[in-house]
Structure formats: structure tokens, C-alpha cells
């Protein structure tokens, strides 16, 4: 399957989106941290599982 960078964006927001909307909102600040960071893991696992390939990286050209 072939994404481009706009694809794999829209893909990856829509699914953190979606995810966000089905989680109740936490009563205390502690809650919400802990909320934050479940969400946070959440999204690296999935980041984590795409493979992306070279010609999908964005060039870089870094001059001091």
C-alpha cells in the first residue's frame, strides 16, 4: 500500500481524532494527566507500527 506524507497525515489525525472523541473527559487534573499520557502512548505504538519509506521523508537541507 502506498501513502504519500498528506495521506499518512490525514490517516494518522483522523485516527487520533477519532480516539479522543470516544474517551469521557477526566473529572480531576490528575485524571486528565493520566488520560494525556495513555492517549500519548496510544499514538506512538501506532507511529511506531508504520513503516515509512525513504522516498515518503520529507528532504532536509540544515545550513549554519
Do not use: H, I
Amino acid at each position: 500500500m502506498q501513502l504519500t506524507r498528506r495521506e499518512w497525515a490525514a490517516a494518522v489525525s483522523v485516527a487520533a481524532l477519532g480516539g479522543a472523541e470516544a474517551q469521557q473527559p477526566a473529572s480531576s487534573p490528575a485524571d486528565e494527566l493520566a488520560a494525556a499520557r495513555e492517549r500519548l502512548a496510544a499514538n506512538r505504538d501506532a507511529l511506531a507500527k508504520q513503516e515509512v519509506p525513504m522516498a515518503l521523508e520529507p528532504a532536509f537541507q540544515f545550513k549554519a
